[in-house]
């Protein structure tokens, strides 16, 4: 085996020009391949489907009343429980901190390992892999599914292209129907919808859903990942020099030509030239050309390459998955950095995830058992009595966030002589019983008297302080006003 001068490298032909980007016709029909990256796609499809279907019949138990699915979008009931966690409308910036937590994660998995995302676990990746897995155990590999496509329309093609497509059918059907039992009881959900009992909108959500599937995995596929998707366009923004991706040891196989009859490589690159690379590709790119934005790094075209490398007894890795600092410490005979994980770029990612992942555990840890809004009548502003006594309306809501019944006591705070009455309750009271139901909102509708000489202004300031009954002794104050005619 001959050993590439690393001081006289030939220029590589595949450098030369413009990167193909875009193919008017046709679609990327990869072929079988086996190897590490083969396997771990099938992993990544199994876990990735299983907790898509799976995850929403696991049960967890909250008590009398309550929901007992573990995960759940309780859109009717305006809830969304996580095992022991219960999230209200009004806690909807966790949302935005998950929301912010997986953007950061995604941008760490990229300059960690490329586009690892894309490659195994985007839901894209998954289906598409899945349909185009159907389309060869039904039609055959790669050659096979060629050949059908270019033939005229016969009865055993139309017979194929049908179980095909009712495979695609199926599988487009379950993915509708497993987002929207993550909404609903899982069972009962699943039983309503088999026996027809379930909503029009259930119905209709599944056919987006699942129609969405059909034609994004059948028929967009690869270019959902190079002309729809966003990610791909910023994609190399996220990466630097000790990022791992896919990438061609041009060093080591040009200059490339078809495998010698003598199985002599003296003189020449390591490369023979079988496109098997290409040929294995969901996206159809040739690596050859280097980093590219059509390319997943799902790592194919490692597998397929590293079985030619072992028919002709050269070494694998001619196409690695490794950092562009290696690689070009290859290319130059020196000592390679290895795999850094620790840098700059990964620092500040895992810091900000570090900051959102404290702060949401410590906003979960602290998290409020009772909440309360004040809202302040505005038709009319005031009542004056015929004892000239000034009167204010409010609606005052408690949110009980526990699956327990609480009872609150509220008296007010910053006007003198003030009383409060409640409608259907006892009048020229300082202090009011407020009972609450477990995981309610109590709604109630208040009066607060003042005596006119108490007011200074047309708005005094004035809080209402609840207090929590049977030794909690837990203080909740809202500020409000007070409005008056003035002196």
Known sequence: MTVIDPDHIPEFPHTQGEVPFYREKGQAHPRAVKGLFRDLKWWAMALTLAWWHLAPFLRWDRGPGAPDQAILVDMAGRRAYFF??????????????????????????????GRVWCGFLCWQTVYTDLFQNVERWVLGDRTSRLRHGREAMSAGKAIKQGVVYATWFVISAACGIGFVLWFGDAFEMLRDIFTGQAGGATYLIILVIGGFCFLLAGFARERVCVYMCPYSRFQAAMFDEHSLIVSYEGWRGEPR????????????????DCKM????????????????????????????????????GLPKGLISYDSAA?????????????????????????????????????????????????????????????????????TYKILNMVREDRSYTLTLEGLPGATLEMVGGPAGVTAIDLPVEGDQVGTFRLF??????????????????????????????NHSLFAGPGN
């Open 257 to 272: 030509a078809p495998a010698p009859k003598s199985g002599d490589f003296s003189g020449r690159g390591h490369c023979v």
């Open 84 to 113: 022991d966690i219960e999230i209200w409308p009004q806690e909807v910036y966790y949302l935005t901190g998950i929301l912010a937590f997986a953007a950061i994660t995604l941008f760490l998995m990229s300059a960690l390992a």
């Open 448 to 477: 607060v008297n003042s005596p006119e000489s108490a007011l200074k202004s047309r708005s005094t300031d004035v809080t209402f302080v609840l207090t929590e009954k049977g030794g909690h002794g837990n203080l909740l104050r």
């Open 277 to 312: 690379c290409i040929a294995s590709c969901p996206t159809g790119i040739d690596i050859r050309f280097g980093n590219q934005l059509a390319c997943i790094g799902c790592g194919l075209c490692i597998d397929a390459c590293d079985k030619v490398m072992e028919r002709f």
């Open 326 to 394: 290696n690689l070009e410490a290859r290319t130059k005979g020196a000592a390679e950095p290895g795999f850094r994980l620790l840098r700059a770029r990964t620092l500040v990612y895992g810091a900000v995830l570090a900051i959102i992942g404290a702060v949401m555990l410590t906003a979960l840890l602290n998290r409020a058992t009772t909440e309360v809004n004040v809202l302040h009548e505005r038709a009319p502003l005031f009542v004056q009595l015929s004892d000239g006594t000034v009167r204010n309306g409010y």
